[in-house]
């Protein structure tokens, strides 16, 4: 079997895949928590959200809820590009719970976007082996992060996982379409 080589095909075009974002975390209950959930979901009202998700934490919460509540606030954040104040999210969160596995890969996704590739990577990668809520967004980041860092054949395998992970997920099958894989010479 012939060694393979992998490029991307720009087409005329600077093009990088965007960061996606590790799935919100479902929290119990009716209250201001579920309300932080479903903006931080949907990115809907994201100002309305972060007061809900305030509201949440300011009152009595199960320590899965609060953590849930902390991850979905600091998904909202990052969505309002205001990354710094998510990671301290993050790092609460995982300050409570080190083993949640969708903080990690959210985590990750705000190294992407402070341009810390190592940092994201190592996070992305913990939060697989923890087993996130959404794999298929947890390998379309670490695939972000490789590519990133130049490493191409890895971010190609993980784009591929992620399809696989979510058939449907158009944003894989897009970042996939932008390689070419030949035997090498």
Known sequence: MKPLVFSLALMGMS??????????????????????????????????????????LN???????????????????????????AMDDFNNALRIMPGQADAHINRGVAHITLQQFDQALADIQKGIELGPSEPALAYYNRAIAYERMGRIPEAYYDYQRALKEAPDFTAAASALSRFVVRPKA
Request: proline content about 1%; aromatic content about 4%.
């Open 15 to 56: 093009f990088t895949a965007t960061a996606a974002f590790a799935n919100a975390m479902v929290v119990v209950g009716e209250g201001p928590e579920r309300a932080c959930y479903q903006a931080a979901k949907t990115g809907l009202d994201s100002i309305a959200g972060i007061a809900h998700c305030n509201l949440a």
């Open 59 to 85: 009152g009595t919460l199960l320590i899965n809820d609060r953590v849930a509540t902390l991850v979905n606030r600091g998904v909202i954040l990052h969505k309002l590009s205001r990354v710094q104040a």
